[in-house]
């Protein structure tokens, strides 16, 4: 398994901070340059209010450049990953990985010894991303996603945090 545990390394400057709901517009900008079937903003909203994890990666040499992002509900050990997204422009750069890096620490310290999460089956760059992080498919929801006819499956995936290796460990 190729999942490290460590806090990932960061170019000084992009700051990783909390999403917060003065960052919705920017957020959803993303979204939907992202997504042909964004979240919307109360979906957002929501999330924030319920207190769930979400974390936003800036770039400190333009504040409004917002790199990725991700929303994650804590459950009884375990932890839901609902939403990771990386800017189009900054998509294949191995931003996506350091966020997961950064949840599984989240994961870490609230106590949660799996993470879950749905991907899209037409997604193959995000379910390459999940396989090589660790994740191992478990199962299907049928008809998760809206699509443009009809809907799409989810693949659900699960990464189990106590199997994999920190690095330097």
């Known amino acids: 398994m190729n999942a490290l545990l460590n806090p990932p390394s960061w170019p000084e400057r992009m700051r990783l901070q909390p999403m917060r709901s003065g960052s919705l517009d920017v957020v959803m900008a993303v979204e939907r340059m992202a997504y042909p079937f964004p979240w ?8 924030l209010a319920s207190g769930y994890l979400a974390e936003c990666l800036f770039d400190d040499h333009d504040p409004h450049h917002l790199i990725a992002y ?35 620490v989240r994961c870490l310290q609230h106590g949660a010894a799996k993470l879950w999460l749905e991907v899209r089956l ?3 760059h995000a379910r390459r991303l ?24 989810g693949i659900v995936m ?3 945090l106590s199997q994999a290796p920190v690095e330097g460990a």
């Open 122 to 124: 037409s997604n193959t």
């Open 70 to 104: 991700y929303v994650a509900q804590l459950g009884v050990e375990e932890m839901h990953l609902l939403n990771l997204t990386v800017a189009p422009a900054d998509q294949r750069r191995g931003w996506g990985r350091r966020m997961l890096q950064a949840l599984c």
């Open 130 to 153: 999940y396989e090589d992080f660790g994740f191992v498919r478990v199962g299907v929801r049928r008809g998760y996603y809206p699509d443009f006819v009809g809907r799409e499956d």
């Open 158 to 160: 699960c990464l189990d």
């Open 40 to 47: 919307t903003r109360e979906n957002f909203a929501s999330s």
